[in-house]
């Protein structure tokens, strides 16, 4: 057990150069690769189970203790993102199906390794945690309607097929993780520290399927798209961190808020973009997974030489270090 510890805390700290390799092995071994495809939904529900496992009642009590800075947080990612993916792909004049993949990156909710670099960066970790889950929570709802406002007039958009597949592929598992905790908390507590394996270990799948089933469609776009995702995941962060400075949040809430926004969960965008549209709708959230997992250790790295001036925030549940 102790072994198996020690290699999952491996994996969450190189989480990042692991879902680069993902992508290498995308890139040259593209046909085996792609044929990981049809299990992309499968791995994403047994990762949001995971993240179930980790989440707690009192994770949603931050709700209604400090309700301002969790309620504008989650409204900024869910009007930011989106919107700003709408508008870097065409600005990028990308195809349609990259139009979609982008906004549906924009339209997810936030992941567990937001939570983690948050913790880095010296922010407020109980307030990255309770936008995390609240976030995840109105996924189902808000993201099939996001998804067809901006999206809708690019390419057929089905909100009711959507709402139904993050009804299967991230509410439901996240719910029964967060039930078997309540019922077997000394068991799941066991377990917790093995998460990572498998978190990490789908999203590198994850990562590995898209873009081997879009080899040629990386190699001709590729630069183009990854400077549309690297500005996206940038734009994110600084717009995320001026919504905390404009509405006079703390500068440990504003380093949240930033990461929270700027962090998606981009499993999800490919696992969603695949099922309803093609492969290469998926394409930009396998290049954000790996780019902003770096932009967020760099992020985490520079504000953790600069205190806030405030207490100490609690470090996060130790499972809480993937997406």
Known sequence: MAFLERIASFVGRWFALLVLAGAVAGMLLPERSAALAPHIALLLGVIMFGMGLTMRPVDFTIVAKHPKAVLLGVAAQFVVMPLLGWGIAHLFGLEPLLVVGMVLVGASPGGTASNVIVYLARGDVALSVAMTSLSTLLAPLV?????????????????????????????????????????????????????????????????????????????????????????????????????????????????????????????????????????????????????????????????????????????????????
């Open 143 to 323: 993201t099939p309607l996001l998804v067809l406002g901006l999206a809708g007039s690019t390419l057929p958009v089905d909100a009711g097929d959507l709402f139904v597949s993050i009804l299967e592929v991230v509410l439901v598992p996240v719910l029964m993780g967060l039930a078997l905790r309540a019922l077997a908390g000394r068991l799941v507590a066991r377990v917790l520290p093995l998460l990572p394996l498998v978190s990490v270990g789908g999203i590198v799948v994850v990562v590995a399927a898209v873009v081997g089933a879009n080899a040629d469609a990386v190699a001709s776009t590729g630069l183009l798209l990854g400077a549309a995702v690297v500005l996206h995941n940038l734009c994110g962060l600084a717009l995320g961190y001026g919504v905390g400075c404009a509405t006079g949040l703390p500068e440990s809430a504003r380093r949240a808020v930033a990461i929270e926004v700027g962090m998606q969960n981009s499993g999800l965008a490919s696992a969603l973009a695949a099922a309803h549209f093609a492969p290469l709708a998926a394409l930009p959230g396998a290049l954000f997974s790996v780019w902003h997992n770096m932009s967020g250790a760099l992020a985490a790295t520079l504000w953790a030489r600069r205190p806030t001036g405030e207490a100490a925030d609690e470090g996060p549940d130790p499972a809480r270090s993937s997406r």
